[in-house]
């Protein structure tokens, strides 16, 4: 039964979800939406039954001690309310939890009751793969969609993704079949150094979710956070020579095939950016993550008891092998 009660009308409300796990490679995508509940004070209105959806010995419950007492925390799905001000006032139905480990479409069909209940007008579904990139260039981000009316609309690409799926695939084509308009943003995530957090991808996915949305999003301390990663991870990587040079193999491929949009759209859209910004401005689960053929992968510079392993040479640009984004 779904109580919403204190639940204040909501002014053009999107709904931005992420799920911790698979769909999440660098935490970035579960980041983000915790990002957006941070800086606008989201408020819990709502928590799914964790007894319905997860599997606790996958993703087991938390102890803890609150004024001498031991407490448990469930795994779970909040849903939380943000009101967005401005010129433009927006409201958003942020939902954040973990994979769920079993009944995908009774949890789907839960989630669009609330949309349908808040009268949610879009869907945006975050996500994060582990892809063939490099970590010194911007984050290839995906925006996809099973509609072709909002493809066009809202300049996305109408997905023909097909193999293994996690939840924000199975969400998106539940919202589609119940005529929700939905949206996936895919994050690409270096699949060399793969372990959370990756502000650089999360700093990415709420730029993109800025222009689809048409909302202005406080970043805090997160561009910072973005470029002292880089800085980071370009020191390990220079350490080993194999990884150096496989970084700028992946560089060179990725400039390549790049080379005919450098000045189009995407510099367009940075321009904007940076202008509305600077007007009037003062834990995941088990198992790998999602790739962009869908398989698992783990990261090359994780440290393991059999040594360091060696990154396969990437693909050539215009190859089947390029990468893509699930749905």
Aim: glycine share 8%; net charge negative; hydrophobic share 35%.
């Amino acid at each position: 039964m779904i109580e919403l009660e204190g639940v204040p009308e909501l002014v053009d409300p999107v709904m931005v979800a992420a799920f911790e796990g698979w769909n999440d490679a660098g935490d970035a995508a579960s980041t983000a939406v915790a990002h957006l509940d941070r800086e606008w004070k989201g408020e819990v209105f709502a928590a799914l039954d964790a007894e319905d959806y997860y599997d606790f010995q996958v993703n087991r419950p938390t102890v803890f001690m609150e004024a001498g007492v031991r407490k448990i925390t469930w795994p779970t799905t909040r849903l939380s309310v943000v009101r967005v001000g401005g010129e433009k006032p927006r409201d958003l139905v942020l939902v954040r939890g973990i994979e769920p480990s079993m009944r995908w479409r009774s949890f789907c069909n839960e989630l669009l009751g609330f949309a349908h209940e808040l009268g949610v007008e879009l869907v945006v579904v975050l996500g994060a793969l582990l892809g063939d990139t490099p970590h010194t260039r911007p984050v290839p981000i995906s925006g996809t969609t099973s509609d072709p009316d909002l493809a066009r609309r809202m300049d996305l690409e109408e997905t023909k993704y097909e193999g293994p799926t996690g939840i924000v695939g199975v969400l998106q084509e539940a919202c589609t079949h119940a005529g929700v308009p939905a949206v996936s943003l895919w994050a690409a995530v270096p699949h060399y150094v793969s372990q959370p957090p990756n502000p650089k991808a999360t700093l990415a996915l709420l730029n993109r979710l800025e222009d689809l949305i048409d909302v202005r999003i406080p970043l805090g301390e997160l561009p910072e956070d973005a470029r002292a990663w880089q800085v980071g991870v370009d020191q390990l990587a220079a350490e080993d020579s194999e990884v150096a040079e496989y970084v700028q193999s992946l560089e060179e491929a990725r400039d390549t095939a790049e080379l005919p949009e450098a000045s189009g759209d995407a510099i367009a859209r940075e321009f904007e950016r940076y202008l509305r910004r600077h007007d009037g401005a003062g834990p995941p689960g088990a198992g790998g993550h999602a790739t962009a053929d869908g398989t698992d992968s783990t990261s090359y510079l994780r440290d393991n008891p059999s040594g360091r392993t060696r990154p396969p040479k990437p693909p050539k640009p215009g190859t089947d092998e390029d990468e893509s984004s699930e749905d």
